[in-house]
T-cell receptor, first 116, second 113 residues
Framework: SAVISQKPSRDICQRGTSLTIQCQVD?????MFWYRQQPGQSLTLIATANQGSEATYESGFVIDKFPISRPNLTFSTLTVSNLSPEDSSIYLC?????????????FGPGTRLTVT | GENVEQHPSTLSVQEGDSAVIKCTYS??????FPWYKQELGKRPQLIID?????GEKKDQRIAVTLNKTAKHFSLHITETQPEDSAVYFCAASKDNYGQNFVFGPGTRLSVLP
């Protein structure tokens, strides 16, 4: 597995501001992912972040709202811009590790965002 | 694209009984099926997975079965304990290229003492 950390663990932000979430992994990984988990809901993929290329966004998520950086193979940031109460959610980064065959996905501890 | 359904959405069992959660998927190309356990306020944790070249996998009290023909897979927990109480998510993936996993909606399991 991998040790994945996120900062901040939680934050309360005002409407119209932005929050940048950091994700750090203890090993080099090619693919990093950002998910949103709304209260009581499943995990929804926001985007895939590969080092050295533009992030790939899923339907319903756009770069202007969720800009992502991936400066190296162990770090990524997700910014949630122009916050509204609907953005209140848990944001999780995840990585794929490759054991003997296929891929396994592991998650960071999450960042709980509350927008007031 | 892939669609994963999961049933039941909530499940209550008495301690010591078995629990079964079922998932169906739509994309016949999917070949990797992990299960995650998420305790309240915690991150999802991988608990068991199965690949399409096997029909069943077991790890202590947890087992997963896969029926590729019917496109469904199930999580079986035997001798349930209160610490098994959590939300369980299934997922499906075409994992040859590390593509993202599609998650089911989750099952909230409560193990009653």
């Amino acid at each position: 597995s991998a040790v994945i950390s996120q900062k901040p663990s939680r934050d309360i932000c005002q409407r119209g501001t932005s929050l940048t979430i950091q994700c750090q992994v203890d090993s080099q990984v090619t693919m990093m992912f950002w998910y949103r988990q709304q209260p009581g809901q499943s995990l929804t993929l926001i985007a895939t972040a590969n080092q050295g290329s533009e992030a790939t966004y899923e339907s319903g998520f756009v770069i202007d709202k969720f800009p992502i950086s991936r400066p190296n193979l162990t770090f990524s940031t997700l910014t949630v811009s122009n916050l509204s109460p609907e953005d209140s959610s848990i944001y999780l980064c995840s990585v794929h590790l490759r054991p003997v065959e296929g891929y396994e996905q592991y998650f960071g501890p999450g960042t709980r965002l509350t927008v007031t | 694209g892939e669609n994963v359904e999961q049933h039941p959405s909530t499940l209550s069992v008495q301690e010591g009984d078995s629990a079964v959660i079922k998932c169906t998927y739509s994309d016949s190309a999917s070949n990797y099926f992990p299960w995650y356990k998420q305790e309240l306020g915690k991150r999802p944790q991988l608990i068991i997975d199965i690949r399409s070249n096997v029909g069943e996998k077991k790890d202590q009290r947890i087992a997963v079965t896969l029926n590729k023909t019917a496109k469904h897979f199930s999580l079986h927990i035997t001798e349930t304990q209160p610490e098994d109480s959590a939300v369980y998510f299934c997922a499906a993936s075409k994992d040859n290229y590390g593509q993202n996993f599609v998650f089911g909606p989750g099952t909230r399991l409560s193990v009653l003492p």
